[in-house]
T-cell receptor, first 114, second 114 residues
Framework: DAGVTQSPTHLIKTRGQHVTLRCSPI?????VSWYQQVLGQGPQFIFQ???????GRGNFPDRFSARQFPNYSSELNVNALLLGDSALYLCASSGTSGGVYEQFFGPGTRLTVL | GDSVTQMEGPVTLSEEAFLTINCTYTATGYPSLFWYVQYPGEGLQLLLKATKADDKGSNKGFEATYRKETTSFHLEKGSVQVSDSAVYFC?????????????FGKGTHLIIQP
């Protein structure tokens, strides 16, 4: 079975630009979460979407937005990029395994803002 | 708010040494606890999990016990291998909230020397 997939793998943008990152969850998973991982730090929760509705949001500015499509894939959008937005952006889809909730992570998109 | 604190790295050990990576947490509800591993250039992989007090999660020779009285979830392995070299993240999911976002520690870089 295919795992969580993300595109693109790497991206280079300049300050002030806009970026769109994409994620496809594991088949059958209806929930997608986005995380930002700055180099040397743990991932920080940005958003969760379930059945196309935003279910939760971390402490990120309004420049960050996301949406989920009918096929449960998701996009993360970041406007007015800042140097500090350079990070690995991870997508995770959620499901249960043996009755226990788990989040399964994709390989990430490495965003560099120059 | 919720938080996870884990020991600073890097931790450098010789092959076959005993490993302990400390993790303590603060949560408003009754969290589920996780250890994730991140190999160079890859996303996060779930290593083990525990959902209630005194549960022991185990996988690939790694173990961690959910200690509610000390709010801890220390990761242990009796004999490490070079292939265990990676970054390890302790994380919690506070099941009392609406969103399923995970709260991560900063990560511990483990280096195993032959």
């Amino acid at each position: 079975d295919a795992g969580v997939t993300q595109s693109p793998t790497h991206l280079i943008k300049t300050r002030g630009q806009h970026v769109t990152l994409r994620c496809s969850p594991i088949s059958g998973h209806k929930s997608v979460s986005w995380y930002q991982q700055v180099l040397g730090q743990g991932p920080q929760f940005i958003f969760q979407y379930y059945e196309k509705e935003e279910r939760g949001r971390g402490n990120f500015p309004d420049r960050f937005s996301a949406r989920q499509f009918p096929n449960y894939s998701s996009e993360l959008n970041v406007n007015a990029l800042l140097l500090g937005d350079s990070a690995l952006y991870l997508c995770a889809s959620s499901g249960t395994s043996g009755g226990v909730y788990e989040q399964f992570f994709g390989p990430g998109t490495r965003l560099t803002v120059l | 708010g919720d938080s996870v604190t884990q020991m600073e790295g890097p931790v450098t050990l010789s092959e076959e040494a005993f490993l302990t990576i400390n993790c303590t947490y603060t949560a408003t509800g009754y969290p589920s606890l996780f250890w994730y591993v991140q190999y160079p250039g890859e996303g996060l992989q779930l290593l083990l999990k525990a959902t209630k007090a005194d549960d022991k999660g185990s996988n690939k020779g790694f173990e961690a016990t959910y200690r509610k009285e000390t709010t801890s979830f220390h990761l242990e392995k009796g004999s490490v291998q070079v292939s265990d070299s990676a970054v390890y993240f302790c994380a919690l999911r506070d099941v009392g909230g609406g969103a399923d976002g995970l709260t991560f520690g900063k990560g511990t870089h483990l280096i195993i020397q032959p």
